[in-house]
């Protein structure tokens, strides 16, 4: 037997996911992501222009370049749904490995479009879609299973790869959502179908592990975001909701809430026309028929102009921008820097938390700052995570039942806290529950 799981990425940092799982010799990749805020750090970058190396150095996208002293073959690159922490790099490092690409069909039309704008790389490998609920033979050896998960983006999966020492359980990212708005929920009677076959080992993200309970639905979320618009004096003012444009299900509720408001809904920004075009095309959502969409930024401006001659009170905005960030919609709608003019008493809802790190809470002060600063309404708090909390974790662990466990997508605080509530659960640092750096890789050797 020679089983080895490779932490290429992720295991010291949210974001930038990359592991790689190698049995006897066939080699299956799963995520390949950028770490999201050294993007912004290099502000004046466009990452699609540049070369492999120099983002590696830059610590934007995983070091995959361990990979050298790794024996074997790469037989598949795996994954488990379409937010750029795990996709995003697939343009600069996939074209490196003669496989697949395997993913759901909303991951994979994204991960199209992340092709179609590279500008330094030709990726040519073959696309394959998996559905949830599917599994499909990778090599006589490996057969992998998509078990339907519930995230913030649709189509996310839970990978499970099945090898004849048990199976390797990918767990990021996931949350159990009772009360889906958009797509089904959790296959329970899946994952502990895979527990009762064997686990041998589980990676696990531990990015919102510290938060005790179980992580509301988003159905919750909807709940408060209706309380925020329709419980608010906003008949005669404009009313602007952010949040994050991969977020099909919560732009969705807050579509339905724009009708409720006799409003008509309009979603602003590149990213949010990408995501929710491609969601309506393939079928996932139907938004309002009525919503109106804008991507580039005269189309945008554009609209702007004609939303504020017909009067704002018409309309619901949704726009990206939640966190601050440089450029975004809301950050130059806040600036002055478009058509669309904020007055005092207009609504500004943020369906979003600050993503924590010092650039992001900086950059929302500011935002927040310059609203307030023209009489702008504030409203914080509509928004549930897509990230399991403890008990989600601990029921996990106890329908899986692994034999071993790698905490993962977070750093060292959240890894640690992860092993902790582990400890919790009967396994024992260094034993059967391991604590890898970037780079690092866990073997197992056993006779069968």
């Not at 879609?129 to 033979?137: R, V």
């Amino acid at each position: 037997m020679h089983l080895e799981i490779i932490a290429i990425g992720g295991y010291e940092e949210v974001g930038r996911n990359m592991t790689a799982v190698n049995v006897d010799g066939e080699i299956i990749i799963f995520d390949i992501g950028l770490k999201l805020d050294r993007v912004m750090i290099h502000e004046d970058t466009d990452v699609s222009k540049l070369h492999s190396l120099n983002l590696i150095e830059m610590g934007v996208i995983p070091d995959d370049t361990v990979m050298r002293n790794i024996e074997g073959e790469v037989k598949a690159i795996v994954c488990s749904h379409g937010h750029l922490d795990h996709i995003g790099a697939i343009t600069k490092l996939a074209h490196r490995y003669n496989a697949p690409i395997i993913g759901t069909p909303y991951t994979l039309e994204l991960i199209k479009r992340e092709i179609l704008s590279e500008k330094k790389f030709d990726v040519r490998n073959p696309l394959i879609t998996l559905n949830a609920k599917e599994s499909m033979d990778l090599t006589p050896n490996l057969t992998l299973e998509f078990v339907k998960i519930t995230h913030s983006i649709p189509d996310a999966v839970l990978p499970v790869l099945h090898t004849q020492y048990g199976s390797i359980v990918y767990g990021n990212d996931f949350k159990f959502d009772n009360i889906p708005v958009v797509g089904d929920r959790p296959d329970y009677r899946a994952i502990r179908k895979v527990g009762k076959k064997g686990v041998l080992c589980m990676i696990a993200e531990s990015t919102r592990v510290d938060f005790e309970g179980k992580t509301p639905s988003e159905g919750v979320a909807s709940s408060l975001l209706k309380n925020d618009l329709l419980g608010a004096d906003n008949d005669k003012n404009g009313v602007v909701v952010t949040t994050f444009s991969s977020h099909i299900a919560r732009i969705k509720s807050i579509t339905e809430i724009a009708e409720r408001m006799d409003r008509t809904p309009v979603l602003i920004g590149r990213s949010m026309a990408k995501y929710c075009g491609i969601a309506e095309d393939i079928g996932i959502v139907e938004f309002p028929e009525n919503t109106r969409m804008a991507g580039d930024p005269t189309s945008v401006d554009r609209l702007f102009s004609q939303i504020m001659k017909e009067g704002k009170e018409n309309y619901l905005l949704i726009v990206t921008g939640h966190q601050g960030e440089e450029g975004a919609v809301l950050s130059r709608m806040a600036q002055d820097k478009t058509p669309y003019k904020f007055e005092k008493h207009d609504q500004v809802v943020f369906s979003a938390d600050v993503i924590p790190n010092p650039m992001n809470a900086a950059q929302r002060y500011m935002l927040e700052a310059r609203l307030k600063r023209v009489g702008v309404r504030l409203f914080k708090g509509a928004h549930v995570s897509g990230h399991a909390a403890k008990e989600d974790h601990r029921d996990m662990l106890r329908w899986l039942n692994p034999e071993h466990l790698i905490p993962s997508h977070g750093d060292f605080n959240l890894t640690a806290s992860y092993a902790k509530l582990a400890e919790e659960e009967g396994y024992r640092l260094g034993e059967d529950l391991h604590l890898l750096r970037n780079g690092q890789s866990l073997k197992f050797e056993r006779i069968i």
